[in-house]
């Protein structure tokens, strides 16, 4: 799966309209209470406003962090994931009631979560197989397969009724571990009991992006299910996008499997 700028531009643009508008909202604060505080506080008024000052600039420090991150090879340390990532997870929440404001939640969230997998395949980082986790949700199983793969998944027959016995394959064809979990716990167990050193996840938007915050710092990698039946029913995943990416980040070549 190439991840290419298109996929995340909305994210950005609506993130610089977020940042500016959170810097806009402190600076009118400022600016309303600044007669006030020289009138009841004249000592502290100027730390009280420079601190204000301070606030609007580290915004938009942070925001110019955010496109060094997207395009700057050379931003990877470890501080200034830190920095991003405590960014977005504050600024993610407008970007998002933005979306919905204009009825564009679901591109929005999608942008999102194209942006996170570009900031972890810019690494550039390779992974032994065994220290991959895929981890794939209960509703790509067919809803009426009479196997209880959740807690074990060789349970599945790989009958070719739904996707799972197709990933099940391909993934023990890998090396990697795969799982199926119910929710968001499972799921936080699952990546706990194998303390895998980076997370394929397949969800819908609101799972993924839940989890990639639950399991941060740790890199995951999300790939959007489909949802022809509704969500949360018999739902699909293109199996060549996810077979492309377990290529990546092992760095072998499966093309045969
Ligand atoms: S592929 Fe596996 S999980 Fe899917 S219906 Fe067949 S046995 Fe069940």
Redesign the pocket.
């Known amino acids: 799966m190439n991840v290419c700028v298109g996929q995340f531009r909305l994210f950005l643009y609506m993130a610089g309209t977020a940042t500016a508008c959170t810097a806009a909202v402190l600076f009118l604060c400022g600016k309303l209470l600044e007669p006030g505080l020289r009138l009841y506080l004249p000592l502290a008024e100027p730390w009280i406003m420079a601190a204000g000052s301070i606030c609007i600039a580290g915004l938009g420090c942070l925001y110019g962090l955010l496109w060094l991150c997207t395009y700057a090879d050379w931003f990877r340390g470890h501080t200034i994931q830190f920095f991003l990532r405590s960014y977005l997870r504050v600024l993610f929440p407008l970007v998002r009631m933005q979306g919905t404001l204009m009825g564009k939640k679901t591109a929005v969230c999608d942008a999102y979560i194209y942006f996170m997998n570009h900031l972890v395949l810019r690494r550039h980082l390779q992974f032994q197989p065994r220290r991959v986790l895929l981890l794939a949700p209960h509703c790509l199983?067919?809803d009426k397969?009479p196997?209880k793969?959740t807690r074990n998944i060789a349970n599945?027959?790989?009958?070719?009724?739904?996707p799972?016995?197709d990933i099940?394959s391909m993934t023990q064809a890998m090396g990697i571990p795969f799982a199926v979990a119910t929710g968001g716990t499972l799921a936080r167990q699952i990546v706990k009991d194998t303390r895998p050193e980076i997370v394929v996840a397949i969800a819908c938007e609101r799972d993924l992006i839940s989890g990639m915050e639950d399991i941060a710092p740790m890199p995951v990698l999300g790939l959007l299910n489909e949802r022809p039946n509704g969500p949360c029913f018999n739902t699909g995943v293109d199996l060549t996008a996810l077979r492309n990416l377990l290529q990546m980040i092992t760095g072998e070549n499966y093309e045969c499997t």
């Open positions: 199983q067919w397969c196997h793969i599945c027959h790989q009958c070719g009724q739904c799972i016995g099940l």
